[in-house]
């Protein structure tokens, strides 16, 4: 069973930075495309970062330039880092595990940024 337990979130301000973490248990990781995802209340859920098994990355518009995805397979952890962070950055924000047709879910982190 794959279990996925995101930390690092947190109240920041307005051009700060935060890093997310990731980490995975469970064999597969290597081989598994891993995806942040967040919700801002009142919003649907929606795509920040994602990385494939090979290292390829993909980002929303939103965030391009600002945020940074990453992994480390010998640690079972995927990374976003955030910087420039504005008030809109404000949400849960989601680990996503899939390989195949497999997915599975963290529990979430909370974003806040504000002065």
């Known amino acids: 069973q794959v279990q996925l337990v995101e930390s690092g979130g947190g109240l920041v301000q307005p051009g700060g930075s935060l890093r997310l973490s990731c980490a995975a248990s469970g064999t597969f990781f290597s081989f598994s495309a891993m995806g942040w995802y967040r919700q801002a209340p009142g919003k649907q859920r929606e795509l920040v970062a994602d990385?494939?098994?090979?290292?390829?990355?993909n980002y929303a518009d939103s965030v391009n330039g600002r945020f940074t995805v990453s992994r480390d397979n010998a640690k079972k952890t995927v990374y976003l880092e955030m910087n420039s962070l504005k008030p809109e950055d404000t949400a849960v924000y989601y680990c996503k595990l899939q390989r195949g047709g497999f997915v599975t879910w963290g529990q979430g982190t909370q974003v806040t940024v504000s002065s």
């Open positions: 990385i494939t098994s090979g290292g390829n990355r």
